[in-house]
């Protein structure tokens, strides 16, 4: 569903979608849908501004992601509302580099005459997720050994900590 400016000067939109797995592409294979993507909510130019655009609206979806530690797969469930703000990209942010004050690092950009509202659910998803995707708290991870999963199988490895800073000093010898 596409947002153009001018409409949405006249008249204030409103969405309310239901997407399947794979219809937002997330731009990382490790980060997946598991179901419906529901989104609700109204669009509209923000007051006294030139082609601010404002998205307000509720989402939830179930995600899943590799384990951070193991690999396996993280479950993750969204359920929030969200606001987020896009400005032109034509307002003087172009190829070379500008200095962002507070505000304008919390606003998306956007170039034409509008904002497709599938890449302003994936940036609100992606941002919504946790940093650290862990299967479960007590995930034990991989040994860095032998590459098994411990939280499958315990394997005897044993790992010390090296310091290689005197390896240089150890060839002296």
Known sequence: MFFHVHEIGLKPGSFD???AP????FLDPK??????????GKVELVSDSLGEIRFKGQLSVAMEADCDRCLDPAPSSLESDFELFYRPIAEGYGEEEVKLDADEA????YEGD???????LREYVLLALPMQRLCS???????PVCGQNRNQQQCE???APVDDRWAVLKQLQ
């Open 106 to 109: 919390q606003m998306g950009f």
């Open 137 to 143: 708290e007590s995930c034990k991870g991989i040994c």
């Open 114 to 120: 509008g904002v497709e509202l599938n890449d302003v």
């Open 22 to 25: 794979g219809v937002v592409d």
């Open 157 to 159: 490895c044993k790992t």
């Open 17 to 19: 979608v239901e997407l």
């Open 31 to 40: 980060i997946r849908q598991k179901g419906l993507l529901r989104a609700s």
